[in-house]
Nanobody, 122 residues
Framework: VQLVESGGGSVQPGASLRLSCVAS????????MGWFRQPPDNKRLGVAS??????TTYADSVKGRFTISKDNANTLYLQMIRVKPEDTAVYYC???????????????????WGQGTQVTVS
């Protein structure tokens, strides 16, 4: 599975931004897809996830501002509104194809990752 993110950039506080992640490669069961972010000199943290049945989970820091969604063409989105300087980070999409219980916003739950896209808010 290959994941390619796009849509990052430099924006001012209060602006909106939409990230995309296109999944391609061998077909397999995807149980969950997620967005993570890694600020400078910090660890990678979960932002949002969406299950195969459409159920979503969000980190408290982005609730009400970010929306995760996916379409039928294997593309995952993260709509970001009212962005803040603390949203500055490299954003990664990830997918889980492993069966079993997992924590949706934990990075170790996912077995495929994109290369990341930079979002800078200043």
């Amino acid at each position: 599975v290959q994941l390619v993110e796009s849509g990052g950039g430099s924006v001012q506080p209060g602006a909106s931004l939409r990230l995309s992640c296109v999944a391609s490669g061998p077909s397999s069961s995807t149980y969950c897809m997620g967005w993570f972010r890694q600020p400078p000199d910090n660890k990678r943290l979960g932002v949002a996830s969406i299950d195969s049945d459409g159920e979503t989970t969000y980190a408290d820091s982005v609730k009400g501002r970010f929306t995760i969604s996916k379409d039928n063409a294997n593309t995952l989105y993260l709509q970001m509104i009212r962005v803040k300087p603390e949203d500055t980070a490299v954003y990664y999409c990830a997918t889980r194809t492993l069966f079993g219980q997992f924590q949706r916003l934990k990075s170790n739950a996912y077995n495929y990752w994109g290369q990341g896209t930079q979002v800078t808010v200043s």
